[in-house]
T-cell receptor, first 116, second 115 residues
Framework: NAGVTQTPKFQVLKTGQSMTLQCAQD?????MYWYRQDPGMGLRLIYY???????DKGEVPNGYNVSRLNKREFSLRLESAAPSQTSVYFC???????????????FGEGSRLTVL | AQSVTQLGSHVSVSEGALVLLRCNYS??????LFWYVQYPNQGLQLLLK??????LVKGINGFEAEFKKSETSFHLTKPSAHMSDAAEYFC?????????????FGKGTKLSVIP
């Protein structure tokens, strides 16, 4: 059982380049998330998708776009990378029962992005 | 909006000593609370969660946490630290109802265990 799979695990970009981080989950979860983790900042929510066909901004959405391709897949795109986007990115999925917030997040192993 | 404050970005304990990691939350409605652990170069794993069924919650690896509404706290404890507990720990809060889709994390506490 793979859980949440992210690709690539490592990427180095030059300022202004674009790239897409891919995420797929095999747990039949409705909700999917993208977080970034920076030292001393914890995890900050970039975007989330409560269900297939919907996406919403989180705390730090500027400079990013997302696509919920289907129930399994949720991608994060950097259109014009900046050094401030150097971070570790985590995809996560979550099962929610109605509007209850009791379900936990299941995380991928992370994608380390460096923007020069 | 909900928020979480973790007191102490670094905590050091001796092997065999009590582990106490502090978490305080702010929420206008009853929250759901979570503790996650992150080992180096890995994703986050759930340790335990509070979903209003019982105020004392037991998790994996001997950890437990107690929800105290009067203190708006959800501190994580373990009676005896093991070297394998060295990791970073994150407290997180979620809400019921309209705010339930977002999980908000604290900034984390890195636990070091001294042999």
């Amino acid at each position: 059982n793979a859980g949440v799979t992210q690709t690539p695990k490592f990427q180095v970009l030059k300022t202004g380049q674009s790239m897409t981080l891919q995420c797929a989950q095999d747990m039949n979860h409705n909700s999917m998330y993208w977080y970034r983790q920076d030292p001393g900042m914890g995890l900050r929510l970039i975007y989330y998708s409560a269900s297939e066909g919907t996406t919403d901004k989180g705390e730090v959405p500027n400079g990013y776009n997302v696509s919920r391709l289907n129930k399994r897949e949720f991608s994060l795109r950097l259109e014009s990378a900046a050094p401030s986007q150097t971070s570790v990115y985590f995809c996560a999925s979550r099962a929610l029962s109605g509007a209850m917030g009791t379900g936990e997040l299941f995380f991928g192993e992370g994608s380390r992005l460096t923007v020069l | 909006a909900q928020s979480v404050t973790q007191l102490g970005s670094h905590v050091s304990v001796s092997e065999g000593a009590l582990v106490l990691l502090r978490c305080n939350y702010s929420s206008s409605v009853p929250p759901y609370l979570f503790w996650y652990v992150q080992y180096p170069n890995q994703g986050l794993q759930l340790l335990l969660k509070y979903t209003s069924a019982a105020t004392l919650v037991k998790g994996i690896n001997g950890f437990e946490a107690e929800f105290k509404k009067s203190e708006t706290s959800f501190h994580l404890t373990k009676p005896s630290a093991h070297m394998s507990d060295a990791a970073e720990y994150f407290c997180a809060v979620s809400l019921s109802g309209a705010g339930s889709y977002q999980l908000t994390f604290g900034k984390g506490t890195k636990l070091s265990v001294i042999p």
